[in-house]
């Protein structure tokens, strides 16, 4: 157990939709990185936050949006939803925003659209 | 644009034996490298890393060489063991950045 939650672990939805994706970190870590996993692809880093800031971005589309609450929990917003949205997210997090933190992983949202 | 390949999807290994993944990257840049390993229905868990300053970094059965005049890095596991079957992602990143670039993934199979 890394210490990562995320909820909910399965997500079943329709294309145009919009859904939230919600992690909480490891207890201390200031940093959430959130990461996308579709079929037979590598992860793909989407966007970090760090104490509330955004970081850095990746391959986020426009689409989508991020945020890190007060209490340091994240959310990733992903709406007008395509079949290809359809993947594995993964949250990660770390005590601070260097890249030579260890990040740790939570469990994944399997999203599918249908 | 994929700068961190890992060009073998699978490997399957008899128990006993050394596990070598592979991984080659295209930015020069990068200078620091991890190893990730996931179960299924499970996130990634680090593993080991590397820092591009040294070339070698050994963690018990783990051991990453790092070959920077070739872009690649390895993962050597010895002696493999069957708790060993998972796939491993290889990362890396550029120390001023906060941005971790990863592989595709290479299944290993540890056969008893």
């Known amino acids: 157990d890394s210490g990562v939650t995320q909820t909910p672990k399965h997500l079943i939805t329709a294309t145009g939709q919009r859904v939230t994706l919600r992690c909480s970190p490891r207890?201390?870590?200031?940093?959430v990185y959130w990461y996308q996993q579709s079929l037979d692809q590598g992860l793909q880093f989407l966007i970090q936050y760090y104490n509330g800031e955004e970081r850095a971005k990746g391959n986020i589309l426009e689409r989508f949006s991020a945020q890190q609450f007060p209490d340091l929990h994240s959310e990733l917003n992903l709406s007008s939803l395509e079949l290809g949205d359809s993947a594995l997210y993964f949250c990660?997090?770390?005590?601070?925003?260097?890249?030579?933190?260890?990040?740790?992983f939570g469990p994944g949202t399997r999203l599918t659209v249908l | 644009d994929q700068q961190v390949k890992q060009n073998s999807p699978s490997l399957s290994v008899q128990e006993g034996r050394i596990s070598i993944l592979n991984c080659d990257y295209t930015n020069s840049m990068f200078d620091y490298f991890l190893w990730y390993k996931k179960y299924p229905a499970e996130g990634p868990t680090f593993l080991i890393s590397?820092?591009?300053?040294?070339d070698k970094n050994e963690d018990g059965r783990f051991t990453v060489f790092l070959n920077k005049s070739a872009k690649h890095l390895s993962l050597h596991i010895v002696p493999s063991q069957p708790g060993d079957s998972a796939v491993y992602f290889c990362?890396?990143?550029?120390?001023?950045?906060?941005?971790?670039?990863f592989g595709t993934g290479t299944s290993l199979t540890v056969i008893p």
């Open positions: 990660a997090s770390s005590l601070t925003s260097g890249s030579g933190d260890t990040q740790y």
């Open positions: 590397i820092s591009s300053i040294k």
């Open positions: 207890s201390g870590d200031l940093s």
């Open positions: 990362a890396a990143s550029i120390n001023t950045g906060n941005q971790f670039y």
